[in-house]
C-alpha cells in the first residue's frame, strides 16, 4: 500500500497487478442491499491479515507469503471464493491460531488471484459482511472456524444527526485530500460518489492511516451511528495533525527562503566592498596586529597568536565563526602575559595597613609579612596558597583586600558558593556558540596584571553535578607545581599562576575535597572577644556607618557600655555582621532625628538603645543555679563558632530503659550510652544505688531539639550530669567541660578549643574542665581570651566527678 499522508489509499498498480486488472465500482445502494441478504455459512476457512483490518463493502490488495495463506486462498478460488478475514493481535506471530487473532472479521469473496515475480500471490478482495469468530474447527491445512454473523444496527430512516456526522466526514475527507498534495485526485471522486452512509464510514475508516487496533475497535462497534461518530473523531484529530504539519513546512520553506535572500545579499554586499577596495575587517585586524606588537610574551604565544590571526584574515565576516575567533583574539591581546604589578616590600608599612583595616587576626597579619620579608629576600619565590576560614563576618574576605593594598597588588574576588560547572573554573572550549574563559582568565583580565591577590570565596561551598566537579578543576589552579602551567579550555595556551597569590576564605574545612584542602596552608580564623568586639566597633564598624548615613562624629556618640550591651543583647555571632546592622539602626534613628529636626542627646545611653533596638533579642544561656540534679554545662562547636548547651536527665519508674532526645547524631548517642554502661560498672565507687538501673528509666535530654547536634565531646558532660542525677547531688555553678570518654573512664582530646573558650566567656563561665592533651591548644591562644577563666586539665573522668560534682545534695533530694 501506499501511504498518503492521513489516507492510505490503495491502488492496483502499487501492487505491481496488471493494467487489465478487473476493477470493482464503488459500492451502490442497491449492491449493499442484495450483500445484506446473502447468508453466511455455518464455517469458513480463516484468512489471519497482519496490520490490515478489512471493513464491508471495501475492496482491496492482500499479498500472502505463507504456506498455509497461499493454500487457503488457492482452495477457494477453485471453490466458492469465499472466505473469513480477520486481523491478527500480534503481527510477529507467522502461525497463528484461533487465541491469535481478533474475534470479529469481515465475509471476503475472492476477485482476483495472481502469481507475482517473487513468488508471493496477491489476491484481490471485497469485504461483504462482519461476524464473530465461534470456534475452531480444523488448523490443518489451514485454520477453519464456525462464525455468527454479527448484525448492524442502523438509525432510523430519518436521523438529523446522523445525516450531519455523514456530511461532516464527507466534507473533512475532501477537505483532507485538498490539504494533501500525495493522495490521487480519483480518492475525491470516489468520496463524492458514494451513496451508502454504511459504505462511506468504511471506506473513510478503511483508508485512514490509523493503529490497527484503533480500525480493528471500529470495525467491531456494531451501532452504524456510534461507528460514524468515532470515525469523525479520528479523522478530526488526524486533520488537526496533518493543519500543524503543513504550516512547519510552509515556515519552514519562507526561512529558507529568508536566509537564501540574505545569502546572496551578503555576497552582493561582499562584491560592493572588493570594488571599493578591501573588505570591511582589514582595518580590525591590523590594530590586532599593532597591538600585538606592544604585547610582553615568549615565543609560543606569539606564534600561535600569529596563526588565529591569520585564520580570522581568511574568515567570511558574515559566518558565526568571525566573531568567536575574534572574541578570541581580544582575550588574547586583553590578558596580562607577562605584565607584574610592583611589590612594595615596606615592612613597616604593610603591618601598618594590616592593623589599620583589621582588628587582631595576628596569625594572619603574620604570615602575610613573613612572605613579604622572604620574597624582598629572594624576588622569584612562588606565592603562598593561604586558607582562611573560621566563622562568618570575622573579615576573611575584606582581609584579602588589605593583604593586596599592603603590597601594592591588584584584588580580585570570585564567589564560588554554589558553583557546580566545571566550565566555570577551566572555560568552554570555543568550538561552541556563546564559549568564553573560566572565571581565573576572566578574572586576571580584569586585574590587568599576572600577579593579583586572588581571592576564592566561600571555597567550601563547591558543589558537584553531572556538568563536572568545580573541585578537581581548582586542583591544578591551587597546585604551586602544576598553576605556571595552568590550562584553560578556550584559551587553548598555558598560563602563569605561580605569581598569583590565592586566598581560599570557607566557614567549614570538613566539606572541602582532601586533595584540595592538602594544597593550601589552613590559618584559623576564629571569632571575637567582647572586647575585641566592642575595639572592632569603635575603630571601624561605627565611623563606616557615620560616614554611609551622611553624619559626623559629633552628630553621635556610643561608649563602652552601650556597645557591650548592643553585642551582648542583640547579637549571637562569633563576627561582627549582625553587629554592623545594629549600629547602622542606631545611627538611622539619630539621623532622622536631624533630618526631622528633633531634639536628641548626642550620647546615646542605654535606656535609647532599648528604645532604638527594642528589648534585647538574645538572652545567654547561663546557668543561674545548681539546685536541679542532673544539669550540666557542656561546649560546642559550631559552623558559626562556639557555644554552649546543656545537658539535662532525669529519672521515672520503669525497667531501666535508657531514652536519648534533643536531635542527636549517632556519635552523641553513643557517648550516651558509653557514659551509662560505666557508670553501672562503677557504681560502688560513685556511691551510686544499682538497684537504679532495673527499677527507674533514665532520659537524658539536649535542649533546643530544632538544631541537630552531633560529635563525641558532650561525653564527659552526659556522664557527669547521669552521676549528678544518680546521687542527687550539686554540680558545681558557673563550670562547663568537654571532652570524649571511654568505656575505661578515659578522657580524650576534642578540637574547637578556641571557639568554646570564646562561647563560656560569652556566657560568663568562670572554670572549664579539658583532657590534659588540650593544654597545648590553650597554650597558643591570645592571653586576652583566656582572662577570667580558670582551666582543669583531667585524664580520668573520676577527676572530672571530683571537680565538677560538690558534697551537697540539691534540693528536695529524692531517695534513690
Known amino acids: 500500500m501506499a501511504k498518503s499522508g492521513i489516507f492510505n489509499i490503495d491502488s492496483l498498480s502499487s501492487q505491481h497487478i496488471d493494467e487489465d486488472a478487473e476493477l470493482i465500482p464503488l459500492m451502490t445502494t442497491e449492491d449493499e442491499e442484495l450483500i445484506n441478504k446473502e447468508e453466511l455459512p455455518g464455517n469458513l476457512p480463516i484468512l489471519p491479515l497482519k496490520n490490515t483490518v478489512l471493513f464491508p463493502g471495501v475492496v482491496i490488495p492482500i499479498t500472502a507469503g505463507r504456506d498455509k495463506s497461499i493454500k487457503l486462498i488457492n482452495d477457494a478460488n477453485q471453490g466458492d471464493k ?121 471506506f473513510v475508516s478503511s483508508n485512514m492511516n490509523l493503529e490497527v487496533k484503533d480500525k480493528q475497535q471500529l470495525l467491531e462497534t456494531g451501532d452504524l451511528k456510534d461507528r460514524a461518530l468515532a470515525t469523525l473523531k479520528f479523522m478530526n484529530l488526524e486533520f488537526q495533525k496533518l493543519e500543524l504539519k503543513n504550516d512547519i ?47 610582553k610574551w615568549n615565543e609560543e604565544i606569539d606564534k600561535h597568536f600569529k596563526k588565529e590571526l591569520a585564520k580570522l584574515q581568511r574568515m567570511n565576516p558574515q559566518v558565526a565563526e568571525f566573531s568567536i575567533q575574534r572574541n578570541y583574539l581580544d582575550l588574547f591581546l586583553d590578558l596580562p602575559w607577562d605584565e607584574f604589578s610592583q611589590d612594595k616590600f615596606d615592612l613597616k608599612r604593610a603591618q601598618k595597613v594590616l592593623d589599620k583595616d583589621h582588628y587582631g587576626l595576628e596569625d594572619v597579619k603574620r604570615r602575610i609579612i613573613e612572605y613579604l620579608a622572604v620574597l624582598k629576600l629572594r624576588n622569584d619565590m612562588k606565592s603562598p596558597i593561604l586558607c582562611l576560614y573560621g566563622p562568618p563576618g570575622v573579615g576573611k574576605t575584606s582581609l584579602g583586600r588589605s593583604v593586596a593594598e599592603s603590597l601594592g597588588r591588584e584584588y580580585v574576588r570570585v564567589s564560588l558558593g554554589g558553583l557546580r560547572d566545571e566550565a566555570e573554573i577551566r572555560g568552554h572550549r570555543k568550538t561552541y556558540i556563546g564559549a568564553m574563559p573560566g572565571r581565573i582568565i576572566q578574572s586576571l583580565k580584569k586585574a590587568g596584571t599576572s600577579n593579583p591577590v586572588f581571592v576564592l570565596d566561600e571555597i567550601d561551598k563547591l558543589a558537584s553535578s553531572h556538568q563536572g566537579d568545580p573541585s578537581s578543576a581548582l586542583l591544578e589552579v591551587l597546585d604551586p607545581e602544576q598553576n605556571s602551567e595552568f590550562h584553560d579550555n578556550f584559551l587553548e595556551l598555558g598560563y602563569d599562576l605561580s605569581k598569583v597569590m590565592f586566598i581560599a576564605t570557607a566557614n567549614s574545612l570538613q566539606t572541602i575535597q582532601p586533595a584540595l584542602r592538602d594544597r593550601m596552608e589552613i590559618i584559623n580564623v576564629s571569632g571575637y572577644t567582647i572586647e575585641e568586639k566592642v575595639e572592632i566597633a569603635k575603630r571601624h564598624l561605627l565611623p563606616k556607618q557615620i560616614k554611609e548615613h551622611g553624619l559626623t562624629k559629633k552628630d553621635i556618640k556610643l561608649g563602652k557600655t552601650q556597645l557591650e550591651d548592643i553585642i551582648e543583647g542583640y547579637t549571637r555571632e562569633s563576627g561582627v ?144 550530669s547521669l552521676v549528678s542525677l544518680f546521687t542527687q547531688r550539686k554540680v558545681k555553678k558557673n563550670i562547663a567541660m568537654t571532652g570524649e570518654i571511654t568505656l575505661r573512664g578515659k578522657v580524650l582530646p576534642v578540637g574547637g578549643i578556641k571557639e568554646k573558650i570564646l562561647a563560656a566567656k560569652r556566657s560568663k563561665i568562670k572554670e572549664i574542665i579539658l583532657c590534659e592533651d588540650n593544654k597545648k591548644d590553650i597554650e597558643e591562644i591570645k592571653e586576652d581570651y583566656l582572662r577570667g577563666l580558670k582551666f582543669h586539665y583531667v585524664r580520668e573522668m573520676s577527676e572530672v566527678l571530683d571537680i565538677a560534682i560538690t558534697k551537697q545534695k540539691v534540693k528536695d533530694a529524692k531517695v534513690l
Not at 484461533?98 to 474475534?103: C, L
Open 82 to 202: 469465499v472466505i473469513g478475514v480477520v486481523a491478527q493481535k500480534n503481527d510477529e506471530e507467522e502461525d497463528p491460531g484461533i487465541k491469535d487473532i481478533h474475534k470479529v472479521g469481515v465475509v471476503a469473496r475472492i476477485l482476483r488471484v495472481l502469481k507475482m515475480p517473487d513468488g508471493n500471490t496477491t489476491v484481490i478482495i471485497q469485504g461483504k459482511k462482519r461476524f464473530e469468530v465461534d470456534e475452531m474447527i480444523s488448523e490443518d491445512p489451514y485454520l477453519r472456524c464456525s462464525i455468527n454473523e454479527v448484525e448492524e444496527t442502523r438509525p432510523p430512516h430519518i436521523d438529523e444527526e446522523f445525516e450531519a456526522i455523514i456530511d461532516s466526514i464527507k466534507d473533512l475527507s475532501l477537505r483532507i485530500i485538498k490539504e494533501s498534495p500525495n493522495i490521487p485526485s480519483e480518492a475525491s471522486f470516489a468520496i463524492k460518489n458514494i451513496e451508502s452512509s454504511s459504505f462511506l464510514v468504511n
Open 577 to 720: 555582621r549582625s553587629l554592623e546592622k545594629q549600629l547602622a539602626k542606631v545611627v538611622r534613628f539619630i539621623a532622622k532625628s536631624i533630618a526631622l529636626e528633633e531634639e536628641y542627646d548626642v550620647k546615646v545611653s542605654s535606656d535609647k538603645i532599648v528604645e532604638i533596638l527594642g528589648p534585647p533579642k538574645v538572652e545567654r544561656s547561663i546557668s543561674e543555679n545548681n539546685d536541679v540534679a542532673g544539669v550540666v554545662t557542656g561546649l560546642a562547636w559550631t559552623r558559626v563558632g562556639g557555644d554552649i548547651l546543656f545537658i539535662e536527665s532525669i529519672l521515672s519508674k520503669g525497667k531501666g530503659n535508657l531514652s536519648i532526645t534533643g536531635n542527636l547524631g549517632k556519635v552523641m548517642k553513643e557517648s550516651a550510652t558509653i557514659a551509662m554502661e560505666y557508670i553501672k560498672s562503677n557504681a560502688e565507687k560513685f556511691e551510686v544505688n544499682p538497684d537504679i538501673f532495673s527499677n527507674y528509666n533514665v532520659h537524658i535530654h539536649v535542649p533546643e531539639g530544632a538544631t541537630p547536634k552531633d560529635g563525641p565531646s558532650a561525653g564527659i558532660t552526659m556522664l557527669t
Open 249 to 295: 513546512q510552509l515556515k519552514v520553506q519562507n526561512d529558507m527562503s529568508q536566509q537564501q535572500r540574505e545569502y546572496f545579499l551578503h555576497q552582493q554586499m561582499k562584491t560592493i566592498q572588493e570594488e571599493l577596495g578591501g573588505v570591511s575587517n582589514e582595518s580590525e585586524i591590523e590594530e590586532m596586529r599593532e597591538r600585538a606588537k606592544s604585547k
